[in-house]
């Protein structure tokens, strides 16, 4: 009998699995669809030997130390401060965007003093900020605005950004000096080895078992399991009963070149151009050494795995349904970006994981605390 059976070995799925059974002493059961552990941050060494990204770059930054150091337990860290350059114009411009953006987009000499007064010039007032419009229009004005997002964002979400929470957008600041980094998060690095090894050392304990190229539910009423731990989509683990949550998926193209190095920097992004809306090269991201080098374009699509939720009110309000549904379970939990549907980073999964286990560790505490106070009266 398992203590837990966890379902999906990505982020969510493995930090549960690793405190479980390494803190815990619980008895646990991995079940992935997949032919590998990771999750959508698996990587691997191509047939030239190249460290690439299966579903897509993915950069680590974080804010918080507890996860920072909580996954230096498993990996050495390669310290590593991501750049991208946006396609504007005919010139590759730094994004976010800051005073160099201006000052060649513009051909302008702006001081950093000048740039918020450029930038207030530029903005216009929205009072209440509710779209991904709002907000990029409220801080640079529409024609920034129209350079470097409204083209993007269609291509990523086949939304107007008019139609999506200003969530999104947020997530890429405007700069008021010189920085070209992407985060400017306390933590930027990189797992020296790769995400896979790190993963492979989170979960080589003699409590962990993994059952890969498996969906649960070919094996859930055959395994017997205390509790469940669901890291999918929700909407899948409940049939679809109130309709299906929209995501947006990506077709990855993969290319090697026989040369060093392809671009300028890790990621080039191409808001008004190609179907594709960046081109990453896994080199800068990885450090290797290797006389050929590996990209990827990214192709956003309507079909196929689901990669992003889609942050929108109406996509909210479906999700709270499932939620409720959700909470009135008892022995079964759900967690990561699938299962509570949220445009999360890998560290704000591993957080919402560490948070998950806490609860479930002061739960059981407490209900053996209970049953022993019981014995004795
Ligand atoms: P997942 O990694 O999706 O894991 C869920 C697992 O559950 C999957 O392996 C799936 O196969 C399995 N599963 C689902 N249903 C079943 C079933 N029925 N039976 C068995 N198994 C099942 N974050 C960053 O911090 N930095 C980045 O640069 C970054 N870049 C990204 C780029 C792209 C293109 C994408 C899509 C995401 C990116 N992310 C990035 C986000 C990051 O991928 C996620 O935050 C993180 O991987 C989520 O982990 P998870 O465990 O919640 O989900
Ligand atoms: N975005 C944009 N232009 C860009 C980069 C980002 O319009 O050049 C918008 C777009 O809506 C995107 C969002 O900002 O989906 C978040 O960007 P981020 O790079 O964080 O996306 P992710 O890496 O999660 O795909």
Not at 158 to 179: C, F, G, H, Q
Not at 185 to 209: E, V, W
Not at 341 to 359: C, E, G, H, I, P
Request: charged share 25%.
């Amino acid at each position: 009998m398992f203590d837990y059976m966890i379902v999906g070995a990505g982020f969510a799925g493995s930090v549960l699995a690793e405190r479980l059974a390494c803190v815990a002493n619980k008895k646990v059961l991995i079940v992935e669809q997949r032919d590998h552990i990771g999750g959508n941050a698996y990587d691997y060494y191509n047939h030239h030997g190249i460290l690439v990204h299966k579903y897509g770059p993915h950069i680590f930054h974080t804010n918080s130390k507890k996860v920072f150091d909580y996954l230096g337990k498993f990996t050495l860290w390669r310290p590593y401060e991501h750049r991208v350059l946006a396609s504007v114009d005919g010139q590759l411009v730094p994004l976010p965007i800051n005073l160099t953006t201006i000052n060649s987009l513009y051909g302008l000499q702006l001081n950093c003093g000048q740039l918020e007064e450029f930038y207030n010039s530029k903005a216009e007032k929205i009072d209440s900020i509710k779209t991904s419009e709002d907000v990029v229009i409220s801080k640079v004005g529409k024609e920034l605005y129209e350079k470097f997002f409204k083209g993007y964002t269609r291509k990523q979400w086949d939304l107007d950004p008019s139609e999506l929470d200003a969530s999104v957008t947020s997530r890429v600041p405007t700069r008021i000096n010189k920085d070209d980094r992407y985060f400017t998060d306390s933590y930027q690095a990189m797992p020296l080895h790769g995400y896979t090894k790190m993963f492979r050392n989170m979960l080589s304990h003699p409590n962990i078992k993994i059952m890969l190229n498996t969906d649960y539910k070919e094996i859930v009423d055959i395994i017997p399991y205390h509790r469940l731990i669901f890291t999918g989509p929700i909407d899948s683990y409940f049939n679809y009963c109130y309709g299906r949550l929209p995501y947006r998926s990506i077709e990855f193209r993969f290319d090697t070149f026989d040369k060093e190095t392809f671009q300028a920097t890790g990621t080039i992004n191409f808001p008004n151009e190609h179907p594709y809306t960046r081109i990453t090269e896994f080199k800068y991201l990885t450090g290797q050494i290797h006389h050929k080098t590996s990209i990827v374009y990214e192709y956003p699509t309507a079909d196929g795995d689901p990669y992003y939720p889609i942050p929108r009110r109406e996509n909210t309000e479906l999700y709270k349904k499932y939620q409720a549904l959700a909470d009135s379970m008892s022995n079964t939990y759900f967690t990561g970006r699938l299962g509570t549907y949220k445009y999360y980073n890998m560290d704000q999964v591993v957080a919402q994981s560490l948070t998950l286990f806490d609860r479930l560790t002061q739960s059981k505490i407490k209900t053996e605390l209970n049953g022993h106070a019981k014995q004795h009266t």
